[in-house]
């Protein structure tokens, strides 16, 4: 009868989540592409021609700053002399020193190469919700300097070209890519470089046989543009400090020289502009995509036509210099630091183009070769180009706002766009030209912030509905616990014509808003959750006046009731801290050690009758808590691999040895041990033997990986067998099953090691063995603590709950006991625990880093799907321990199967919430995007409890255990010790699978 109101609750969880993630996308990830503005370009007399005739685009995939400058030794020394360390990147260095300007340029997140090259080539900042599209396709068309060029040449990657193509005016821009099989992550990437460079110069000798290219190359405003993945591949196989990566460097400097001196050589006019730089950087473990510096910082070097020559300070340390450039040898030359869209700026100046019209660049004047009066002509169209955007963007809000509220610093005291921009003018006419180019660079500043401005209007009041909606759904959520799992829902809602009158006009009044001013619709479903919930928890307000009564009837004196909101304080602060968790993994170590003196809460003479299981306890927490301070980024180390894999070996045996204690409860029988259950037995041995050869497997396919020797086909096949076949081993424990919970977990720990042994980069098999002990001990423990208090107190609690008072008996409804005070405690530890099955080994990054160590045993070849399903199974397997063993808990305990999981549902959200309030609004995209991304998974996580209750139903469907039996014991008032053991023996020495029901 309880699944009715059960099922709905999950399915009112399951939409309400969904929905209110794409709150995120309405606030933060609304796209900033708007349409129809008019362009600016650059107003020059006909007989003077713009700064370069043609610009060559060379980007360096994933090569970081210092990497581009430092000196290292030779990759692959050839004579002693090799050892010194010297520039890998000649050429480039030489520019920088004679030839152009140079500085570095700083992305934003996430460092991916989309969103990387829409910076630099379209000038703006892709909004985040490209992510959604798997930055694969394009989602809204924007305007790019390709689009604005006479014509565009580029080779590349497949993943890259063609976006700037289908986005562009047809036939505008041509893209050369590769076949995606040229990608294969074990062959050497530099092989993508050299063919962008071999296809170049093939291009360039086609040119001069055929007329019509030569004809196309030799018009002006044309750009070519080589994309070199080669750096990116080899920085993700073999990070940025590895002689390939170093090599790589090698072979992009000389290739670029040799596309410069061609092309210098084909034209011989000397109108060229180059620049040169990288879409995004690389971390120190060969990832990208977070903030870090060592992604977010890439080189810009630019010379050739139209590009100022290098800023000298012989003997001094030039400006624009910091720690990151201290050993890059370049003191003398100043350092021109720019953000990215500016890149495409001041491409589009170069090649003497409209700024393209979605961009929010900056061109920096400094990297001109220019007169300041050219200069001061430029920032002011650079100005207008943004604040035509302003201007779009104003009127389409306008346009549906009831009473629109403008940007103040653009309408205040007269001060329109047009205004400022005829100021700046006249200041260009009176040669005012220092004062022209503050004032256009202010006019910007202030064009971006009222961009910004647009983009956020809403942002107030939608935080406002959803915070409200997030309360309402954990009041809602509580309240359907207390009334399924404390009253057993005895009780009926009870609604009243004004109650539903008044919610109802609430709904009705923000939908009429919503429709005047043409909101999104999924505003409405935003609004109407809200409404839903408050309106259900205000219907049951009688089941939270008698849940108070159960939950809360033994909290009498003011003393306890100090001590209770004491106890609530602890509550929510160990929930909060668990959201400093995500950033600092560290909370969870003091988390465990704090935990791992839980016992000690009970007294001595608690661990004295629980000591085994105490220290057991102890130790499994105190293991716990050396995982979060190891990096979450992790170096292979085969060794840690085989000693996890080891233990998890020992552990099966150890259970094979003494299988009799363990089935006993952890207790020597005294009477003959029962019959042994041959076939199952059998089958532990074989589990273990999967996960023996796992171990070999791994061994093998990491040494030869390591040595770079490709996969052999024997270790691929040998991988994948002991990836499949130890879940098949369950279904073959049906021929003889043996229901005892012990045998269960054993056997559920040893399905999913070999997975985790193939899957390990370093520590995590000893986090595997660590978790799989601290979850037994901490059921056991569990259930030892409940008996502990039930039997020293004859228990008010349960009291309350069991004998009822004025509404009958819940008991009678429900096999199951009420819920106390008690479980709230055991919600909130299971909810630690579900932080740790993540933290313990990773992070955010370290999972955005998607590190491919470990599952390039098993596909060698790049391929981010399955590869990305892989590492997410190796995230699940934690998860699948932790679900089997709360079913196991939430039946010894007695109580319904769904009970703690919807606790944990509930609570889950103040994470969540506390996520959505922390969401920055301000700063860097960084910050944004990764507080944003915590927001996400704290609400997924509730989505993923009410998933993890169906893994565990199905893990431990047919598992018997010593239940509740005690509860009745100690209730009918014989309370003594003793009672509780004896009945604790009768139940639990049975052997389990002829244990009467
Ligand atoms: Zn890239």
């Not at 160990?574 to 791992?596: C, D, K, M, N, P």
């Not at 008072?805 to 409804?813: A, H, I």
């Not at 880093?849 to 892989?870: K, W």
């Not at 549902?905 to 910050?927: H, N």
């Amino acid at each position: 009868m309880a699944s009715f109101p059960r099922a709905r609750f999950m399915a009112i969880a399951l939409i309400f989540h969904f929905v209110y993630i794409f709150s995120i996308f309405d606030i933060y990830f609304v796209s900033p592409i708007v349409s129809g503005m008019r362009l600016f370009a650059i107003e020059r007399p006909t007989t003077s021609a713009p700064p370069a005739s043609r610009l060559v685009l060379f980007v360096g995939d994933g090569l970081r700053a210092d990497k581009a400058f430092q000196a290292h030794p030779e990759p692959y020394p050839e004579t002693d002399k090799d050892l010194t360390p010297r520039p890998l990147a000649p050429f480039l260095r030489s520019k920088v020193l004679e030839h152009g300007t140079f500085g570095v340029s700083h992305t934003r997140v996430p460092t991916e190469s989309r969103p990387g090259h829409v910076a630099l080539i379209a000038g703006l900042y892709e909004d985040v919700s490209a992510v959604t599209t798997g930055w694969k396709m394009n989602p809204v068309n924007f305007d790019s300097l390709f689009n604005r060029s006479q014509h565009t040449w580029s080779w590349g990657s497949p993943d890259i070209l063609p976006m700037f193509e289908q986005g562009a005016v047809p036939g505008r821009v041509d893209a050369f890519t590769y076949g995606a099989e040229l990608e294969d992550f074990s062959s050497d990437a530099v092989a993508l470089d050299y063919w962008v460079f071999d296809h170049v110069k093939e291009f360039f000798a086609e040119a001069e046989r055929n007329k019509t290219l030569y004809n196309a190359l030799k018009q002006d405003k044309v750009v070519f543009f080589l994309h070199l993945l080669g750096l990116d591949t080899t920085g993700h196989s073999y990070r940025p400090y590895s002689k390939e990566y170093l090599h790589n460097l090698k072979v992009v400097d000389k290739g670029v020289q040799e596309i410069t001196e061609l092309i210098d050589s084909f034209y011989s006019d000397d109108r060229t502009a180059f620049v040169f730089t990288a879409d995004h950087g690389m971390s120190d473990w060969g990832s990208h995509g977070d903030g870090h510096p060592n992604n977010t910082r890439t080189p810009l070097i630019a010379w050739g036509s139209g590009v100022a020559k290098p800023e000298l300070y012989p003997e001094k340390v030039a400006p624009g210099h910091d720690e990151l450039s201290a050993d890059w040898n370049l003191d003398h030359v100043r350092r021109h630091d720019v953000a990215q869209a500016d890149v495409a700026a001041l491409m589009a100046y170069l090649v003497g183009v409209e700024f393209p019209t979605n961009s929010v660049g900056e061109l920096p004047l400094s990297f001109l070769a220019a007169d300041i009066r050219e200069k001061a002509e430029a920032s002011l169209v650079n100005a207008q180009g943004i604040l035509e955007q302003y201007r779009v963007k104003e009127e389409k809000k306008k346009s549906t706002e009831l009473r629109y509220r403008p940007y103040r610093p653009l309408s205040e005291n007269g001060l329109t766009p047009e205004r400022r921009v005829a100021d700046i003018r006249q200041l260009i006419v009176a040669g005012n030209l220092e004062e022209a180019i503050e004032e256009a660079a202010a006019l910007m500043k202030v064009g971006l912030g009222g961009l910004r401005y647009l983009q956020t209007y809403d942002w107030l009041f939608l935080r406002a509905l959803i915070t409200i909606g997030y309360l309402g759904w954990i009041a809602y959520a509580l309240t359907t616990v207390i009334d399924l799992h404390v009253l057993h829902g005895h009780l009926q809602p009870s609604r009243t014509t004004v109650g539903c009158l008044v919610f109802s006009s609430v709904l009705v009044a923000l939908y009429a808003s919503f429709l005047s001013s043409k909101s999104p619709i999924s505003y409405y479903a935003y609004a109407f959750f809200p409404v839903f919930f408050w309106e259900g928890v205000f219907a049951r307000r009688n089941s939270l006046v008698e849940g108070r009564k159960h939950l809360f009837g033994h909290i009498d004196s003011g003393a306890s009731v100090v001590g209770l909101f004491f106890n609530c304080a602890i509550y929510v602060g160990i929930i909060v801290s668990l959201a400093l968790g995500y950033i600092h993994r560290e909370v969870l170590t003091i988390l465990f050690i704090l935990g791992a003196f839980w016992p000690v809460a009970y007294g001595f003479s608690f661990l004295q009758k629980h000591t085994a299981l105490s220290v057991a306890w102890f130790l499994s927490c105190a293991a716990m808590s050396t995982f979060t301070l190891l990096p979450a980024m992790k170096v292979e180390d085969v060794s840690l691999i085989l000693i996890g894999g080891a233990m998890m070996v020992v552990i099966g045996i150890l259970y094979l040895a003494f299988e009799d204690f363990v089935l006993a409860d952890f207790t020597w029988l005294e009477k003959p041990s029962p019959q042994r259950n041959h076939i199952s037995r059998a089958l532990v041995g074989i589990q273990i033997g999967l996960t023996l050869l796992s171990m070999v497997v791994t061994r093998s396919s990491a040494l030869s990986l390591q040595a770079k020797t490709g996969l052999p086909p024997g270790n691929q096949v040998m991988g994948w067998v002991v990836l499949v076949a130890p879940f098949l081993m369950p279904l073959l424990y049906r021929l003889q099953p043996n229901t005892h919970y012990m045998h269960r977990i054993l056997v559920v720990f040893l399905t999913c090691a070999p997975t985790f042994v193939i899957l390990t980069i370093s520590y995590e098999g000893l986090f595997y063995v660590a978790f799989s002990a601290l979850l037994v001990s901490w059921v056991r423990l569990e259930l030892a603590t409940y008996r502990f208090t039930l039997a020293k107190t004859t228990i008010p609690k349960v009291a309350t709950g069991s004998t009822g008072k004025s509404e009958g008996e819940p008991k009678l409804d429900s096999p199951f006991r009420p819920l106390t005070l008690h479980d709230a405690r055991v919600a909130l530890f299971f909810f630690v625990l579900l932080q740790s099955a993540f933290f313990s080994t990773g992070n955010v990054a370290s999972v955005s880093a998607f590190s491919l160590e470990s599952v390039s045993r098993l596909i060698p070849v790049f391929d981010p799907f399955s590869q990305g399903a892989l590492l997410i199974l190796k995230l699940m397997i934690p998860f699948a321990l932790i679900s089997a063993n709360l079913g196991i808990l939430n039946k010894r305990l007695g109580v319904a199967p769904s009970a703690l999981f919807m606790v944990v549902m509930a609570i889950s959200d103040i994470l969540t919430l506390y996520f959505f309030w922390v969401v920055k609004d301000e700063g860097s995209w960084l910050e944004i995007g990764s507080t944003i991304s915590h927001f996400i998974i704290a609400s997924l996580l509730c989505i993923f409890v009410a998933l993890l209750e169906g893994v565990s139903a199905m893990f431990i469907a047919g598992v018997e255990v010593a239940g509740p039996e005690v509860t009745e014991t100690a209730v009918n008032g014989a309370a003594a010790e003793t009672e509780v053991k004896k009945v604790n023996g009768t139940a639990d020495d049975l052997p389990a699978a002829t244990k009467p029901e």
